[in-house]
């Protein structure tokens, strides 16, 4: 591929991703930064062919940009500091390549320490801290929105299920990503819901909309409430502080809660379970199971919270 055929090539991708594939317009977001990121590169680099190498070089400069970074960091811009962020660009790039006739030029992630995964999730102290400045700010429906993600182990774009109707039986089916499934709301959440809803006379649909009722909160927003949250909070790093870390505090919190079974968290998170040993077929939880798997996650760190005061 020539350096003319790429934006348009991008642009017809994208295009494809939208109609056919009826990716997310999230994940359509996603993946036109990535690929701009790309694009950008490559212009400036006055790269005239796109081949291996070319992605080769766009993946050595964003891995210098970060030591670049950590060498001179500038409080209050968003730097390239992580090489996960790398890695999902590369997705990014790798995938249109692969779908444009251009497989030869994928390249392979960058390797990263298995040990960084735990120091980028949120501990349990992190999560009440930012709680506690979300009540010390009077953000009410920003903390209620932190603690339903995560109370459910739920992706923001999935707040969509989180419903009035949905408080009735304490579940909900949602579509994301292509797939279907089942999201369960604990029994204390499912209680503060139902007051927020009273209070901020919510009778219908969508708890937490936007402007468009038939449309959750700007995610934009939501990111840069939570941010700010952690600023005032202190001591928190705020690229740690993001809506898909509650989900990940979800699954390490029920992953080390006594009696869990290992069986159930990829049904709670809607994960695949192809990979499970056959007899889980037979042994596979019901609904009301796996509401009261999530009861007992909820009641389990309400108490740990409760001792240690």
């Known amino acids: 591929m020539e350096k003319q055929e790429l934006k348009p090539a991008i642009e017809k991708w994208l295009d494809k991703l939208a109609v056919q594939d009826e990716k ?24 005239e062919t796109i081949d291996k190498k070319a992605v080769l070089a766009f993946k050595n400069d964003m891995l210098e940009e970060i030591e670049r970074n950590k060498k001179n960091p500038k409080p209050g811009r968003t730097q390239l500091t992580k090489v996960s962020t790398v890695n999902l660009r590369l997705i990014t790039v790798n995938k249109f390549l692969k ?27 992190e999560y009440n801290r930012i709680l506690e400045w979300a009540d010390r700010l009077g953000k009410k429906r920003i903390k209620l929105i932190i603690e339903t ?5 739920i992706r923001i774009s999935e707040l969509k299920a989180i419903t009035v109707e949905s408080l009735k039986t304490r579940t909900n089916t949602v579509t994301n990503k292509g797939k279907t499934r089942t999201i369960f709301i604990p029994k204390q959440l499912a209680k503060k ?20 009722k038939n449309k959750i909160i700007n995610q934009t927003y939501f990111r840069t409430e939570i941010k700010g949250i952690a600023g005032k909070a202190r001591g928190i790093k705020r690229d740690k502080v993001h809506a898909h870390a509650f989900r990940h505090l979800f699954a390490k919190r029920y992953a080390n809660m006594t009696g869990a079974n290992p069986y159930v968290l990829p049904l709670l998170l809607g994960h695949s379970t192809k990979s499970l040993p056959v007899t889980f077929n037979y042994t596979k939880p019901s609904t009301k199971e796996l509401l009261k798997a999530v009861d007992e996650l909820e009641a389990y760190y309400s108490n740990k919270g409760n001792k240690k005061k």
């Open 149 to 153: 993600l995560a109370g459910t182990g």
């Open 99 to 125: 779908e444009s006739g251009e497989p030869d030029a994928i390249v392979k992630l960058q390797k990263t320490e298995d040990n960084n995964v735990l120091d980028d999730m949120l501990s349990e102290k």
């Open 193 to 212: 819901l139902r007051n927020y809803c009273k209070e901020n006379n919510i009778t219908e649909g969508i708890i937490f909309h936007g402007k468009d």
């Open 24 to 47: 997310s317009e999230n994940t359509i977001k996603q993946y036109t930064r990535s690929l701009n990121k790309f694009a950008e590169f490559i212009e400036s680099a006055g790269i």
